[in-house]
C-alpha cells in the first residue's frame, strides 16, 4: 500500500471517529463501531509515570472537559476493549490518535465548538493525551501487545506526526513547524504552552507572507521529554518534511517558550544537554550539567554549536510588537583547552565543546540542534532555526480558576506574532 494510500485511509478512520464522537454520548458503553461491548479487563494498580500520576489533580479534567474532548477521555477504554488482535489494536490506536489531534486543531481554529475554555488554549489537548495514555497503560487484553509501540503510535498521531504532509498546489511556500507541551506542572499545573498553541492555530492554515506570496503551514507538537526525544521523535517529525521531493518543506522553524517579555530568534543551538537539575514532564533528568554537559543517547554526527539560517535581520526589523523580537547571540561554551564553562555574548570560539545554546541547555535547544543538523544533512540552504515566545504569563490568582482575560488575550498575542514572525521568516529572498 503507497503511503499516500495509507494516509487517505488513516484520514478516513480519523474523520469517522470524530463523526462518532461528536453524535454519541460519552456516556455510552459501546464501541466506537457500534458493536456490543464484551469482557475487558483493566488494572486499576498498574504503574503510571509521573506525568500521568498529575491527572490526580481534578483541574486536568476539567481542562479536558472545558476544552470540549471529554468524549475522548470517557469513551477511549470501551474502544480499546473492542481491539481484537495486535493489529487491529495498532489501527485503532493510530485513528484515536489521529482524531484527536484534528479536533483540536479544528477547536483552535474555531471550526470546532465545546468547552467553556478559549479556542486556542493547548492545555485541553495535552491533558486528554495523558489520560488516554494512562488508560492505555490500565489496559489489559486478552492477548499479547507491544504496550511501548502502542503508545508511541498514539502519541505521534496526536502530535500530528502521522499525518503532516503539505497539500498545497504548485507555487504556495510550505513551512513546518514545532511547538511543546506545556511543562513545569509540578510548581503550576494550570501552565500552557504558547508555542504548541501557536502550532495548533498554524497547523494547515494558508498565511500570507512578506513578499505577498502565500505559504501553507503544517505544525507537531513535541513532548517535554528526554526519553523522546533518545527515541527520534525530533527526527521522524522533520525527516520526511526535510527530504527532497514534492512534499518537502521551503522554511523550518522550532518554537518555545523561552523569555519573559520578548520574542528571541537563537542564533546558535547547543549540541549538548546541561539543564540539570531541571527536570522533565515524567521529572527524569538528562545527567547533563553546566560543568559536565552530556550528548543525547544516539545523536548523530554534527558540530558542537549550529547557526540559524532564518533572516533574522529581516525578521527584527520588521516584527516589533506587541513584544519586541531580538537576535539572541549568547552561548555558553568550554573553551579548547579549558575544563570550566564560559558565558559568551558573541557566539561560540574555535573547538570549544558546547554546554548551552541561547537557548540554554534544555530541550528547547535541543529539538532546535536536532532538527538543524537534518537540515543540515538534507537540505543545507533551507531557512531554519529556533523561536522562543514570551512566558505566557496571566492565570488567574485563584488556583481553582483555569482561565481568566488576561491569560487569554496574552496567549492569542504570542500566537499571533508567531505567526508574524514566520511571514517574515519564510518570504522568498
Do not use: K
Not at 328 to 345: K, L, M, Q, W
Amino acid at each position: 500500500m503507497s503511503h499516500r494510500m495509507m494516509s487517505l485511509r488513516r484520514a478516513a478512520s480519523a474523520a469517522a471517529l470524530l463523526a462518532t464522537l461528536a453524535s454519541t454520548a460519552v456516556a455510552s458503553p459501546a464501541h466506537a463501531d457500534g458493536s456490543a461491548t464484551h469482557s475487558c479487563r483493566t488494572s486499576p494498580a498498574a504503574p503510571l509515570d509521573a506525568e500521568q500520576a498529575r491527572l490526580a489533580d481534578p483541574r486536568t479534567a476539567a481542562l479536558v472537559e472545558g476544552g470540549g474532548l471529554g468524549a475522548f477521555t470517557a469513551r477511549f477504554p470501551a474502544a480499546l476493549c473492542s481491539a481484537r488482535g495486535p493489529a487491529e489494536a495498532g489501527r485503532l490506536l493510530d485513528a484515536w490518535g489521529t482524531a484527536l489531534w484534528e479536533a483540536a486543531v479544528h477547536r483552535a481554529q474555531g471550526r470546532r465548538p465545546g468547552g467553556g475554555l478559549a479556542s486556542g488554549d493547548d492545555r485541553p489537548l495535552y491533558w486528554a493525551r495523558v489520560a488516554m495514555t494512562a488508560h492505555l497503560a490500565r489496559w489489559e487484553p486478552e492477548f499479547a501487545v507491544d504496550r511501548a509501540a502502542l503508545r508511541t503510535r498514539f502519541e505521534d498521531a496526536s502530535r500530528g506526526l502521522a499525518d503532516n504532509a503539505f497539500r498545497s498546489a504548485p507555487g504556495v511556500r510550505r513551512v513546518f513547524i514545532s511547538g511543546f507541551d506545556p511543562f513545569g506542572l509540578d510548581g503550576e499545573i494550570r501552565r500552557a504552552n504558547p508555542s504548541g498553541s501557536a502550532a495548533l492555530r498554524l497547523n494547515g492554515r494558508r498565511i500570507t507572507l512578506a513578499d505577498g506570496s502565500t505559504a501553507e503551514v503544517r505544525a507537531v507538537v513535541l513532548p517535554v521529554r528526554y526519553a523522546d526525544f533518545d527515541a527520534g521523535i525530533v527526527e521522524r517529525a522533520f525527516t520526511p518534511r526535510l527530504a527532497v521531493g514534492p512534499g518537502s518543506a521551503d522554511a523550518i522553524t522550532t518554537v518555545s517558550q523561552g523569555y519573559p517579555g520578548e520574542f528571541t530568534l537563537e542564533d546558535w543551538a547547543g549540541r549538548n544537554r546541561s539543564a540539570d537539575p531541571y527536570p522533565d514532564n515524567t521529572r527524569a533528568l538528562s545527567g547533563g550539567t553546566r560543568e559536565h554537559p552530556v550528548t543525547a543517547p544516539g545523536l548523530g554526527p554534527g558540530p558542537e554549536f549550529i547557526r540559524t539560517t532564518l533572516p533574522a535581520g529581516a525578521v527584527t526589523a520588521a516584527v516589533q510588537s506587541p513584544y519586541p523580537v531580538r537576535l539572541n547571540p549568547s552561548v555558553t561554551e568550554i573553551p579548547a583547552g579549558a575544563t570550566a564553562p564560559v558565558d559568551r555574548t558573541d557566539g561560540p570560539t574555535p573547538g570549544s565543546r558546547a554546554v548551552a545554546g541561547g537557548g540554554g541547555g534544555y530541550l528547547s535547544n535541543e529539538v532546535a540542534y536536532r532538527s538543524n543538523r537534518l537540515r543540515g544533512v538534507l537540505r543545507p540552504h533551507l531557512p531554519g532555526g529556533h523561536l522562543h515566545t514570551p512566558v505566557l504569563t496571566g492565570l488567574p490568582a485563584d488556583p481553582q480558576a483555569l482561565t481568566g482575560p488576561e491569560f487569554e488575550d496574552n496567549e492569542t498575542a504570542i500566537a499571533d506574532e508567531v505567526r508574524a514572525v514566520l511571514a517574515h521568516a519564510a518570504a522568498r529572498r
